[in-house]
């Protein structure tokens, strides 16, 4: 594979050239304002997913829902926002260092800064 993204850039560089900037609000992160999807502050509302009944999934933690949800978009859609949207590949376009640099942010984004 090439990825998009190695997990060695620094994690400006990483959402930007992964691509979720364009359908995502990322406070910290410029130019990521996109609307599309949920705003990623999971630090806010990861836990919430985890308890919600609709919820079907394999995650336990927060971090793992987040992995989880960007290689596979379909386990869970978040409600009010649109199924089949969110690119099914990245698991094939992003490494394991890239996923967990990307979790290990997102897991502490409490809301704008
Ligand atoms: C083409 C638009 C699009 C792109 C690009 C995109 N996403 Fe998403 N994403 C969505 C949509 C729409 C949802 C909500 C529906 C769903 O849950 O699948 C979502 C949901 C999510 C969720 C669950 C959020 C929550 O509040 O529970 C996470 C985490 C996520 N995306 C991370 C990413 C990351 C990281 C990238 C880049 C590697 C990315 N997305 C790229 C559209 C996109």
């Known amino acids: 594979m090439v990825p998009l993204v190695t997990g060695e850039e620094p994690i400006q560089v990483l959402f930007v050239r992964a691509g979720c900037v364009v359908c995502h609000r990322i406070p910290g992160i410029a130019g990521a304002d996109g609307k599309v999807g949920p705003p990623l502050w999971l630090g806010k509302t990861g836990a919430a997913r985890l308890a919600d009944p ?60």
Not at 56 to 82: D, K, L, M
């Open 54 to 113: 609709q919820y079907r999934g394999q995650a336990q933690t927060v971090r793992e829902y987040i992995v989880e949800s960007v290689v596979s978009p379909g386990t869970y859609v978040v409600p009010g926002f649109p199924a089949d949207t969110m690119p099914a590949w990245y698991g094939r376009k992003l490494t394991a260092g890239a996923l967990d640099k990307i979790a290990a942010y997102l897991e502490l984004v409490m809301d704008e800064p």
